[in-house]
């Protein structure tokens, strides 16, 4: 069973481009280990499941601090970038990739696990009720008692109201001087429920040479008090709800007992 919203032709298109969407990615990659380390600290915490890895942006900092390191994503580009990044973090051998989605995983990866990982604002991706629950359900059935589950995502609720048309992104530079300038164009279909497409331009060149790139994906534009509920009726305690730099956190606990 897979998801019914298709993302991997986005992310593969954008696989390349990943780092530029950070002001440092060598930063960010250690903000991200040091965030997560934090939250482990004390819990017992060895094995993790990183449930959309990415381009590796919690995977290989986790590797890197000595966790045993379990990576999936439904992206093919993705994943060969995150392989490119443990490459160049030499933490190849300590990181498994495995090419999935989320409703894919129990038949791709074997429980238990001390902690699961789901950051970068994957959870939205999925649009239906039924998709998300059972998600929810098999972060809580593949971790061990008093296991712990992470997810970042962006918090839509102010979005909800808003309904925002056009997002500024980001301005860097690549290893040739090429400027990368992204900026967002957002589209909202009335439900139930209400989908949000974000349609992402790309602009890369330098000089009066540049070039454009259009590419769209799909979300459910959730609360984290909409996340906070499914947890609970999933069994796990504690929800507890954190603000980071560019997403809001979710940590919750599967019950000992």
Partial sequence: ????????????????????FYRDWEVQLEREGLGLRAIFRN????????????AGTQSVPLAKL?????AVDPSEGMLRKAAEIADQYGVTDKID??????????NLVEGSFDA???????????LLDDEIELTILTFYELLRPGGVVIIGMRDFA????????????????DSDDNEFITFDI??????????ATQNLYILKGKDKDYRAMKRHVTFRPLSTDEVKVVLLEAGFEEPEDRTERTERVLIARKPLG
């Fill in 1 to 20: 069973m897979t998801v019914s919203n298709n993302t991997t032709d986005f992310y593969d298109a954008i696989a390349e481009y990943y780092p530029y």
């Fill in 43 to 54: 819990k017992g915490i060895e094995r993790v499941l990183d449930a959309s890895c990415g």
């Fill in 66 to 70: 000595g966790f045993d390191v379990v």
């Fill in 97 to 106: 990739f495995r090419q999935g989605d989320f409703l894919s995983l129990p």
């Fill in 116 to 126: 699961i990982v789901s950051k970068g604002n994957s959870l939205p991706h999925l």
């Fill in 158 to 173: 102010s979005f909800m109201e808003e309904r925002p048309r056009f997002l500024p992104g980001f301005i860097n530079t």
């Fill in 186 to 195: 957002w589209e909202w279909e009335e439900g139930p429920p209400v989908i």
